[in-house]
């Protein structure tokens, strides 16, 4: 099978259950593909123990080692995903919780990374999986950042209030950059041995600073451009070309490209959006990136299902210490959301349940399994990999499902409140 054939498979599968998830279960449809391709894994699975001669775990397992989902998510599809959900966040309100935003994106990952790191350390030791401290951290690092993907994704479906959404979209958006610069620091330390403070502290401050500046000055160029021409085709290709250019700027000069790509999404979705763009413009920003979201998302959301298909628990007590992990990663982000915000709350008001629903909302998704895809060979990693997929599929799957209920229910009694004062 080419890559063409498996992208038109892709495709049409991914049209087929997007067309029948509306028109039966109208679930959010990155839990539809999650769960359509948790449903195919489970198949191939049964296939392969009734049928064992064929070997079709092998050979779906050599078809996504072909995909490669971590370098077609990091290196291809992470960009615009990024892009279009930065779009939609409106600045203005992000400005009114960027207090709480910027603290949860920062403070709050290094505060889950260390308390996922240092309980997953005895978790995996009692079952004798024997990872590494270091890698242990390096685990926290990546389970740690809300995945803004699904975030994103799922705010759209559940339509909630704006205030909210800023809130979730854009901790989520940038908290996901800080993340994968904070899993990049600490990857090198466990590979590299000895790495001093001062080198840490600069490849952090190069990774963010540059993706921060980088993404600014892409977004002004194209801003500039917009305002010399008005040719709606034009300005949403600049916009592609944009998100493609700034990608492969940050790869050479080895600085966040998902940061990079957030900021320039941002800038773009306001300052160009109404200052250089016409209404036509504007409305064919939206729709195409809106298309290319829906389609990406619900590939990616197959891949990561499908992905079922080549993890497996090495035993019942492995399975049993990997569902405490889930539950570690949970505290985690109820610890990392519940003290910023409960220092922030003293300067700021905030809606009631905002701790709750941040927890419970905090969904893991394809970013962190193709960051635990791309660590290279040590002792545990299977063990790693395992509790990385468990993480995501409980928190899109369970917390994904459920989520819209404690939203509403909150935001029902934040409304009651309004009235009553």
């Known amino acids: 099978m080419t890559m063409f054939d498996l992208a038109a498979v892709l495709i049409?599968?991914?049209?087929?259950?997007?067309?029948?998830?509306?028109?039966?279960?109208r679930i959010p449809a990155t839990i539809a593909m999650l769960l359509a391709g948790l449903t195919g894994a489970v198949g191939i699975s049964i296939v392969d123990r009734i049928l064992p001669l064929i070997g079709l775990s092998a050979r779906v397992a050599h078809l996504l080692d072909n995909v490669n989902f971590s370098a077609l998510l990091m290196n291809g599809m992470l960009g615009y995903l990024l892009f279009a959900g930065s779009l939609t966040v409106d600045y203005q309100e992000l400005k009114k919780s960027l207090t709480g935003v910027m603290t949860l994106a920062t403070v709050g990952v290094l505060l889950s990374t260390a308390i996922v790191g240092i309980g997953s350390f005895y978790l995996f030791g009692f079952a004798g999986a024997?990872?590494?401290?270091?890698?242990?951290?390096?685990?926290?690092?990546l389970i740690s950042p809300t995945d803004p993907v699904a975030v994103v994704a799922l705010m759209h479906?559940?339509?909630?209030?704006?205030?909210?959404?800023?809130?979730?979209?854009?901790?989520s958006l940038l908290n996901d950059g800080v993340g994968v610069v904070v899993f990049t620091v600490l990857l090198a330390i466990a590979t590299a041995g000895a790495?001093?403070?001062?080198?840490?502290?600069?490849?952090?401050?190069?990774?963010?600073i540059g993706g921060v500046v980088l993404g600014a000055v892409g977004g002004w160029i194209v801003h500039l451009a917009s305002e010399s021409i008005d040719e709606p085709n034009i300005e949403v290709l600049l916009?592609?070309?944009?998100?493609?250019?700034?990608?492969?700027?940050?790869?050479?000069?080895h600085v966040s490209g998902p940061?990079?790509?957030?900021?320039?999404?941002?800038?773009?979705?306001?300052?160009?959006?109404?200052?250089?763009?016409?209404?036509d413009t504007t409305e064919a920003l939206d729709r195409i990136w809106s298309f290319a979201d829906l389609v990406m998302n619900a590939i990616l959301f197959l891949l990561l299902g499908l992905q079922g298909a080549v993890f497996g628990f090495s035993s019942s007590r492995h399975?049993?210490?990997?569902?405490?992990?889930?539950?570690?990663?949970?505290?985690?982000?109820?610890?990392?959301?519940?003290?910023?915000?409960?220092v922030i709350r003293r300067f700021q008001s905030m809606p009631k349940g905002m701790i709750r629903m941040l927890t419970w909302g905090g969904l893991r998704g394809g970013i962190s399994v193709a960051l635990a895809l791309s660590l290279p060979r040590f002792e545990g990693r299977q063990a790693v990999l395992d509790a990385t997929y468990a993480v995501v599929v409980f928190t899109i799957i369970v917390q994904g499902l459920t989520i819209g209920r404690l939203i509403r229910h909150f935001t029902t009694e934040n409304r009651r409140a309004d009235v009553a004062s």
Request: net charge positive; proline share 3%.
């Open 239 to 253: 916009s592609v070309a944009l998100v493609t250019a700034l990608g492969s700027a940050a790869a050479h000069l």
């Open 195 to 208: 790495v001093s403070a001062p080198m840490v502290v600069g490849l952090f401050a190069r990774e963010v």
């Open 319 to 342: 399975a049993e210490v990997i569902g405490a992990i889930v539950a570690l990663v949970i505290i985690a982000r109820l610890v990392s959301v519940a003290i910023p915000l409960t």
């Open 130 to 141: 024997g990872v590494p401290f270091l890698f242990c951290l390096v685990f926290g690092a």
């Open 157 to 171: 479906d559940l339509k909630v209030p704006k205030r909210l959404e800023v809130n979730f979209t854009g901790e």
């Open 259 to 279: 940061l990079a790509c957030v900021v320039a999404g941002i800038f773009i979705g306001n300052k160009a959006r109404n200052q250089a763009m016409r209404s």
């Open 12 to 25: 049409s599968v991914a049209a087929a259950l997007a067309y029948l998830n509306f028109r039966t279960l």
